[in-house]
């Protein structure tokens, strides 16, 4: 598969930044990912993931790190952290940024320690891809957590991305969960395979936590249907 935002964050970073990524999903248009965004620092982080970062204590796992950025800001913070993605490109500008302990794996392949806190940002739910994978997600998240651990974890409900009924009823599909899209990315003239993102509503991801053994608390809401959950 080609590592297309593995090779736009090296571009970035090398001073080769010509254009954005460009994303499409099932149900919308294409939309620019703006790559400074992907390399902001603290102060430039939204409030969800500001309150993500206060929150993170002890031993800690990034999952899907990008560029680095919350490990970096961690690090500095004095926390022991362990940066894990799938892009090669992204692994290896995590390095060149800084950041100390950074491997290209699977979330599902890497078992060598346990955590206080796993953080998941920039939609974290993404990851689990459909909605029946989110049990198996989530049981082997929890077998990653020291006792007392925390996952902190964002996502959104896509429901404002659906036409609305005079009744205030949404029109979705009939042959899926609403929240899961398909993506494609495009990047100077490279187009990835069709690829599955997971976005949750509060309700439905609360009662996948309580099939799990997990408490599941929302620390804080975003402006978009957007939240911040911790589950423990």
């Known amino acids: 598969m080609k590592d297309i935002l ?15 990524i460009l994303t499409e999903t099932n149900i919308s248009e294409e939309d620019e990912l703006p790559l400074p965004y992907l390399f902001r620092s603290f102060s430039d982080m939204p409030p969800l993931e500001k309150k993500a970062l206060k929150l993170a204590k002890g031993k800690i796992l990034n999952i899907s790190c990008g560029t680095g950025s919350h490990a970096l800001y961690l690090q500095e913070k004095g926390f022991e952290v362990t940066a894990i993605e799938t892009s090669k490109g992204a692994v290896e500008v995590c390095k060149l940024r800084g950041v100390k302990n950074v491997k ?5 392949q890497y078992s060598e320690e346990k955590f206080d806190t796993i953080l998941m940002l920039m939609n ?6 459909k909605l029946e994978n989110v049990h198996e997600y989530l049981q082997y998240l929890k077998s990653l957590l020291n006792e007392g651990g925390q996952i902190l974890i964002d996502s959104s409900d896509l429901k404002y991305m659906y ?7 949404i029109w979705i599909p009939a042959d899926r969960y609403y929240g899961e ?6 990047y100077k003239g490279m187009l990835s395979e069709t690829f599955n993102w997971l976005y ?4 439905i991801f609360e009662n996948a936590c309580e099939a799990a053994n997990l408490n599941f608390k929302i ?8 939240y911040l959950a911790k589950l423990y």
């Open 6 to 20: 593995g090779t736009a964050l090296l571009d970035y970073f090398h001073g080769n930044y010509t254009e954005d």
């Open 104 to 108: 290209k794996i699977e979330l599902l």
């Open 124 to 129: 974290g739910t993404g990851i689990f891809e």
């Open 163 to 169: 036409d609305e009924g005079e009744d205030g009823s």
């Open 181 to 186: 899209l398909e993506f494609t990315m495009k």
């Open 200 to 203: 949750l509503d509060e309700r």
């Open 219 to 226: 620390m804080s809401r975003g402006e978009n249907f957007d």
